[in-house]
């Protein structure tokens, strides 16, 4: 069975163990989708097993993964892939994504770690994508990180993360918050930033909460509510590239379903308004 995509207005949570109670007893329509990482989930049984199918069964099913390692220079990993491939067949998974970093060297490193922006860095993790979707037999999306020691740059970022969508024909999960994050962190404009990305390669957003260390200090946690600027940046980027399925990360710290609800409810106003706005502004 092939998935339908998703409607670009939909909003979904992250399928998180901590949460799994809460989803299985929220009400239908509560969120569109929900959003898992493979790694996690694979070979899994018992009563988690059985949460996932169930959750599954009721609503579509997203994949994040975590540990492919694409700017890495170890080999990918057959076996890992091949069984990445049964589980998104399994679940009947539209979009897979990754992260644009590497995650393991002698041994995994439990951390998003960046590439540098150079030229080769594009032509190699370019080649492991193009090899990833061949392996799982789909097109897959790629998402921006958040860094904080920055490798060897002979390109900026933003044309370092077009320059690999180009070379690896795939597609682009924007992260906003990481765009906020990163341009507090290193100095650079993030509706610049934002304006710089592909429309056409945008398949999902996601968005997440961070913690503010310092001023020019914000570190990606996922463990805290979606902030105001966050909030601001998503709604630029659904006017500058329209509304695409957006996903509330929230990693820890969880609170009551209730507030999490609130904000997919806040993601789907964002889209209703842009919606809404879209027409006045292509007329006016």
Same mark, same amino acid.
């Given at each position: 069975?092939?998935?339908?995509?998703?409607?670009? %207005?939909? %909003?979904?949570?992250?399928?998180?163990?901590?949460?799994?109670?809460?989803?299985?007893?929220?009400? $239908?329509?509560?969120?569109?989708?929900?959003?898992?990482?493979?790694?996690?989930?694979?070979?899994?049984?018992?009563?988690?097993?059985? =949460?996932?199918?169930?959750?599954?069964?009721?609503?579509?099913?997203?994949?994040?993964?975590?540990?492919?390692?694409?700017?890495?220079?170890?080999?990918?990993?057959?076996?890992?892939?091949?069984?990445?491939?049964?589980?998104?067949?399994?679940?009947?998974?539209?979009?897979?994504?990754?992260?644009?970093?590497?995650?393991?060297?002698?041994?995994?490193?439990?951390?998003?770690?960046?590439?540098?922006?150079?030229?080769?860095?594009?032509?190699?993790?370019?080649?492991?994508?193009?090899?990833?979707?061949?392996?799982?037999?789909?097109?897959?999306?790629?998402?921006?990180?958040?860094?904080?020691?920055?490798?060897?740059?002979? #390109?900026?970022?933003?044309?370092?993360?077009?320059? +690999?969508? $180009?070379? %690896?024909?795939?597609?682009?999960?924007?992260?906003?918050?990481?765009?906020?994050?990163?341009?507090?962190?290193?100095?650079?404009?993030?509706?610049?930033?934002?304006?710089? #990305?592909?429309?056409?390669?945008? +398949?999902?957003?996601?968005? $997440?909460?961070?913690?503010?260390?310092?001023?020019?200090?914000?570190?990606?946690?996922?463990?805290?509510?979606?902030?105001?600027?966050?909030?601001?940046?998503?709604?630029?980027?659904?006017?500058?590239?329209?509304?695409?399925?957006?996903?509330?990360?929230?990693?820890?710290?969880?609170?009551?379903?209730?507030?999490?609800?609130?904000?997919?409810?806040?993601?789907?106003?964002?889209?209703? %308004?842009? =919606?809404? $706005?879209?027409?006045?502004?292509?007329?006016?």
């Amino acid at each position: 069975m092939t998935a339908l995509p998703l409607p670009h %207005a939909s %909003a979904g949570l992250g399928l998180r163990r901590g949460l799994l109670d809460d989803l299985l007893a929220a009400p $239908a329509g509560a969120f569109d989708f929900l959003e898992c990482a493979p790694d996690n989930w694979i070979g899994v049984g018992g009563r988690y097993g059985e =949460a996932l199918a169930t959750l599954s069964s009721r609503h579509p099913l997203t994949c994040h993964g975590l540990s492919l390692s694409l700017g890495g220079v170890a080999p990918l990993d057959d076996t890992f892939l091949a069984r990445t491939r049964r589980f998104l067949d399994q679940h009947d998974v539209g979009l897979y994504s990754e992260h644009l970093s590497y995650c393991a060297d002698d041994g995994h490193l439990y951390d998003l770690m960046p590439i540098p922006f150079t030229e080769e860095a594009v032509r190699h993790v370019a080649a492991r994508i193009r090899q990833t979707q061949d392996t799982l037999g789909r097109r897959i999306a790629v998402e921006n990180v958040s860094y904080y020691a920055a490798p060897y740059q002979a #390109m900026d970022e933003a044309d370092f993360v077009n320059a +690999v969508l $180009a070379e %690896a024909d795939c597609d682009l999960l924007l992260d906003v918050n990481n765009i906020h994050v990163n341009a507090i962190n290193h100095g650079y404009d993030a509706r610049a930033f934002l304006a710089r #990305m592909p429309s056409s390669r945008i +398949v999902s957003y996601h968005i $997440a909460g961070h913690y503010d260390e310092a001023d020019d200090l914000k570190v990606d946690t996922h463990g805290a509510p979606v902030k105001d600027d966050v909030w601001a940046l998503l709604e630029a980027a659904y006017r500058q590239h329209g509304v695409r399925p957006t996903l509330l990360e929230r990693d820890f710290n969880f609170p009551p379903i209730a507030e999490l609800l609130d904000e997919v409810r806040r993601i789907r106003l964002a889209q209703q %308004a842009t =919606a809404t $706005a879209t027409p006045k502004t292509r007329h006016g």
